[in-house]
């Protein structure tokens, strides 16, 4: 009898760590709404956020920010293909679209500021750019900082954190200068070059992707050395669901230690058949754990990789080297080759 007490005691624990190593996910979380759905509304910008998001002649998207709306998608459902829409909406309109369940995330390069944090009631994920803000003028006007644009006019997007850092820096640098706000893209940036503001501010590789494309040449325009700010972007979801964002998270580190490990989506086949290591097992689905603890199957970091690749993969086709703006990653690269991002412990 007492051997049969100890029996089911230790039946009982092993079911109970068993239960301990799977997610319970909230009944209210966004993401059983999107799991139950079958498809995942990721934010959009206009198609005109180059880089990042971007529509071509086809009506296709492509950019960072798309490709990890598609990395997100390929974890929760295996592939984005049917699974996933692209939300368009504008800068002012992403925090109520998130709020009313329009969409489900913004995955729109969104600063993560005190007033969103604290008032919106939004929750930021880990950031997965860091971009400076700085100012373009014409090189006609001869200015060589932003205080010589003082009297003159400013192109700035509107209701992005990128108009309130330039307010700010203007007042602190005691600098008058009228601000002109627009609300799209194209529309910015067509107002400065036709002349109608004396500068252009925006986040620096948008800056750069600008001047690349100017009607009259790169050559007459020049990007000021200030930097009004530093900003971190990152994947926004509404406060409160730890498991929403939790998956943020782990999607990104994912992206990092795929990188981190030379995982391709050229070799992830050859990996996950012979995984050089217990953990890369884990990652890649060939021993259970890493979905299981998310909610989701174990297999969901191989399919993001699968479809998408590493973060390098993405970063280097959208906005890198092999795009026409070829930009640097710089800070934005792993800790490894001088940059400031790592990937989280998998255990």
Same mark, same amino acid.
């Given at each position: 009898? $007492? ?18 190593? @799977?997610?319970?996910?909230? +009944? ?19 198609? /005109? ?10 009506? &296709?998207? $492509? ?8 990395? #997100? ?6 592939? /984005? ?19 009313? %369940? ?12 005190? /007033? ?32 010589? =644009? ?10 992005? @954190? ?14 008058? *200068? ?5 609300? &799209? ?31 009259? %040449? *790169? ?20 406060? %409160? ?10 999607? #990104? ?12 989506? +050229? ?19 060939? /021993? ?18 699968? +479809? ?5 993969? =993405? ?18 690269? =792993? ?13």
């Amino acid at each position: 009898m $007492k051997q049969k007490k100890h029996l089911m005691l230790a039946t009982t624990l092993l079911a109970g760590f068993a239960t301990a190593g @799977s997610a319970q996910v909230a +009944e209210d979380s966004r993401l059983g709404t999107v799991l139950e759905r079958g498809s995942l509304l990721c934010s959009g910008h206009n198609g /005109s956020f180059q880089g990042f998001a971007e529509v071509d002649d086809q009506g &296709n998207w $492509k950019g960072v920010d798309i490709d990890l709306c598609r990395a #997100l998608a390929a974890g929760l459902f295996g592939t /984005s293909e049917g699974n996933l829409e692209i939300v368009p909406i504008s800068w002012a309109q992403r925090w109520p679209a998130l709020q009313s %369940g329009d969409i489900d995330v913004v995955i729109k390069v969104s600063g993560w500021t005190q /007033s969103r944090d604290t008032e919106l009631n939004l929750a930021f994920s880990r950031p997965y750019f860091i971009g400076a803000f700085q100012a373009m003028s014409r090189g006609e006007l001869g200015a060589q900082q932003i205080a010589d =644009l003082a009297g003159g006019t400013i192109c700035v997007a509107a209701g992005t @954190s990128t108009e309130r850092a330039l307010a700010t820096y203007l007042e602190t640098k005691d600098i008058d *200068a009228e601000l002109l706000t627009y609300e &799209n893209g194209d529309e910015l940036r067509n107002a400065y070059f036709e002349g109608r503001c004396d500068g252009l501010v925006e986040w620096a590789p948008s800056l750069a992707a600008s001047r690349a494309d100017a009607p009259d %040449g *790169a050559e007459n325009h020049t990007i000021l050395p200030d930097v009004i700010a530093l900003e971190a972007e990152g994947i926004v979801v509404p406060e %409160g669901d730890d498991d929403w964002l939790d998956v943020q998270n782990w999607m #990104l580190s994912s992206l990092w230690f795929a990188e981190m490990e030379g995982i391709t989506s +050229e070799n992830v086949d050859d990996v996950r058949a012979d995984p050089p290591s217990e953990t890369v097992a884990k990652f890649l689905g060939v /021993s259970p754990g890493y979905g299981e603890r998310l909610g989701l199957d174990d297999d969901w970091a191989y399919n993001m990789i699968k +479809e998408v690749g590493n973060f390098s993969e =993405l970063y280097e086709r959208n906005i890198g080297a092999g795009s026409r703006y070829g930009l640097d990653r710089g800070i934005n690269a =792993l800790y490894t080759d001088g940059g400031v991002f790592y990937p989280m412990i998998i255990d």
